[in-house]
């Protein structure tokens, strides 16, 4: 394994889906709820809002990159996370779609920097074979 250069540390209390979350720093201190659509009251955050944005702002610097590498020129862009989950055999499982936005690239080119984003971020490398990813890329 390589030298690791930063850890995020997190503690979850409480019931887990019906709890807190707090970061070591303090940053992240949130309720968290079950959402209505799982059966529960909602009003907090849930493990599922919560991959959606570190996933969105992750694959989000994966696309940046990816356009300097490829010398594209990008301006403002963004990443939209839909994370969903859904029953499998034993419990539920999740899946991802990331809408990424590249106003003024052509499609194509736009296409092959989400591709090559995927490639790059550390996030879908964790996720590769494990939970299904839907890439979107709009100019």
């Known amino acids: 394994m390589a030298d690791t250069i930063y850890t995020a540390e997190a503690t979850s209390t409480g019931g887990g ?7 070591a720093d303090g940053i992240i201190d949130l309720d968290v709820k ?6 529960g009251p909602g009003g907090g955050t849930n493990p599922e809002q919560l991959f959606a944005a ?6 989000h610097g994966a696309v940046r990159l990816a356009a300097k590498k490829k010398d594209v020129t990008i301006g ?4 939209d996370a839909a994370v969903s989950v859904a029953p499998d055999e034993t419990t539920l499982q999740v899946s991802a779609v990331l809408t990424v936005h590249l106003p003024g690239v052509e499609q194509a080119v736009a ?16 996720t590769r074979g494990n939970v299904d990813v ?3 890329a709009k100019v």
């Open 17 to 23: 889906r019906d709890g807190r979350v707090r970061s």
């Open 34 to 39: 079950q959402p209505p659509a799982l059966g």
């Open 54 to 59: 570190a996933y969105a702002a992750c694959f």
């Open 76 to 79: 403002e862009t963004s990443v």
């Open 111 to 126: 296409d092959d920097v989400v591709a090559f984003a995927h490639e790059l971020c550390p996030y879908s490398k964790a």
């Open 134 to 136: 839907q890439l979107v």
